[in-house]
């Protein structure tokens, strides 16, 4: 179907410049890494309009991360561009395409695949980082839209583990756009708002059963297991630490007509607990948008978007790719703790021009990821040796842990670009962050049973791994790269066979691998084939009488 003539581009001076940068590569596959709110889906639309125009293709395919982003995107389509966006493949004529989840794709990928044969396709993969190759959605998304060109967008082109992304370019191991727009370019040219992120601080008390109550500030650098118990007491609905950031977030919305709130909780249950201690504040009972309302939690976030409703609470629903354009102010009340999911709900109040406020505990790892979430790094391969236990992770909820308090305060309302000019900052968090690398290691090295346990479940994910021919050819030439251009590398893992070799617990286990592995030879040779010389216990011919 041809949505019609294009009457003037309407495209910002960045969506220009890609736009034409698109049409002059000519290329099948292309990545767009556009900061959220900077118009990546205006831009993806305009693009599929003409390529539907000059009759390069016949059909668009849509595919998004979650069934609201794709009712998002058939809007988008139909209200700016006139095209109608059907979501199952025997829709009607007259329709110029189908939209669809990744989740979708991956139970039936031959059916979009034919669907793509039929037909020049173009392929529009929204959030593309979610797909990663030899990962259920990437391997089923290669199959369905093989024959299709393809045009990737994502405002976050990283992944928390270390597969690749399907249909990206990497060079030298890491992730290269084909084209690129940042969030300070995006201030600059008044796109999206100026980040502020009022940090508050304050204190937590708990009880364990049998010890002694704890009372710390949230700064303070502690072990990770009281850590958890007082991310805990900090998130408490109930607490005095909620009670103090979620008053002064009112106050400071109240202070911007029109403009809406976001309350990020951590489960379904807090965010019930939290929108009551809201309504207790406010006295309107704010929206909820959780995934057990099911089709009612879309229509909720819908209404939100157009109404003049002050708050809405959720847990991950208003995040990535979202588009409410009157958040202005969100309080993150979630354990949740990766650069990913952080930097997506950053960008739900980035939209739009003017000041925004995203309020933070004042904790030192999400310190850091205020200081540093508009640094977007390229995602950026690694060998198994440094990928292993790294990365950020959801703190874990302690057990038999009786809450006693907290308080709040707000202790910086620094705005985004004097908070990124702060060393002290980022070295206040970057300590914090060795701390808890210390620690890790002391229980590491006190603690047998942990380590046990990881090189049991570090031997079974190889074994998988290991079990798959063209995996154990991919790794062998990466490391025979590696192994031939670094020699970092090489001394690292050198370094790293030197310990292993010396911890007798790995001694024994390899013992007892290679024993296993002598047995099951032998079970697999009939006695009758073997000589009296292979039977033989000794290595040399028994000498005769």
């Not at 950031?245 to 607990?273: F, K």
Request: aromatic share 8%.
């Amino acid at each position: 179907m041809s949505p019609g003539p294009i009457v003037g581009t309407g495209l910002r001076t960045w969506q220009q410049a890609a736009h034409d940068h698109y049409f002059a590569t000519d290329r099948q596959d292309y990545l767009l890494q556009a900061t959220p709110g900077g118009g990546k889906t205006k831009l993806g639309l305009y693009i599929a309009r003409r390529l539907l125009n000059e009759g390069k293709i016949g059909r668009i395919v849509m595919i998004a991360p979650s069934i609201v982003i794709k009712r998002q995107w058939q809007e988008d389509a139909f209200t700016h561009f006139g095209m109608s966006l059907c979501d199952r493949e025997d829709y009607e004529s007259g329709v110029a395409g189908l939209v669809t989840t990744y989740q979708e794709v991956a139970g039936v990928p031959e059916k979009f695949s034919r669907y793509c044969e039929q037909d020049a396709a173009l392929a529009i993969l929204d959030e593309v980082h979610h797909a990663g190759e030899k990962k259920s959605w990437g391997n089923t998304l290669e199959q369905a839209v093989q024959t299709a060109r393809r045009l990737a967008l994502t405002g976050t082109p990283f992944r928390t583990d270390n597969h690749k992304i399907a249909f990206v370019n990497y060079m030298d191991g890491t992730c290269t756009p084909d084209y690129v727009y940042t969030y300070r370019e995006a201030v600059r040219d008044g796109y999206c708002r100026n980040m502020n992120f009022p940090r508050f601080g304050g204190m937590a008390s708990w009880q364990r059963e049998g010890e002694a109550a704890k009372e710390v500030a949230i700064s303070s650098r502690i072990p990770r297991k009281e850590r958890a118990a007082m991310v805990q007491a900090v998130l408490d609905p109930n607490g005095g630490f909620v009670k103090s950031m979620l008053g002064h977030a009112n106050e400071r919305l109240s202070e911007m007509p029109g403009a809406g709130g976001l309350v990020l909780a951590d489960s379904i249950e807090h965010a019930r607990g939290l929108a009551k201690t809201l309504e207790d504040l406010t006295g309107v009972k704010p929206v909820m948008a959780t995934s057990d309302l099911k089709g009612a939690a879309w229509k909720n976030i819908c209404n939100f978007r157009e109404s003049d409703d002050r708050w809405i609470v959720t847990v991950r629903m208003v995040s990535e790719g979202v588009d409410i354009p009157r958040l202005r102010v969100v309080c993150y009340l979630t354990k949740y703790c990766t650069d990913l999911f952080f930097q997506q709900a950053v960008g739900r109040a980035s939209r739009g021009t003017g000041e925004a406020y995203f309020y933070v505990p004042d904790i030192p790892e999400i310190k850091l990821l205020a200081a540093t979430c508009f640094d977007v790094e390229p995602h950026e391969l690694k060998p198994d040796e440094i990928v292993a236990g790294g990365g950020r992770r959801e703190y874990s909820p302690p057990t038999a842990v009786e809450i006693l308090g907290s308080t709040g305060f707000l202790v910086s309302e620094t705005p985004f670009v004097q908070k990124m000019d702060s060393e002290e900052l980022i070295e206040d968090a970057q300590l914090a962050s060795k701390h808890r690398k210390a620690y890790l290691k002391a229980r590491w090295d006190a603690d047998p049973e942990l380590r046990k346990r990881v090189n049991e479940r570090s031997d079974a994910c190889r074994k998988v791994r290991l079990a798959d021919p063209e995996y154990r050819k991919l790794a062998n030439e990466q490391k025979r790269d590696w192994w031939a251009a670094d020699p970092e590398f090489r001394r690292r893992k050198r370094e790293y066979e030197k310990i292993r070799r010396a911890d007798p617990e790995y001694r024994r286990r390899k013992n007892e691998q290679k024993r296993a592995q002598r047995a099951a030879k032998k079970q697999t040779v009939p006695d009758s084939l073997m000589g009296t010389e292979t039977k033989s216990s000794s290595r040399f011919p028994q000498r005769p009488d």
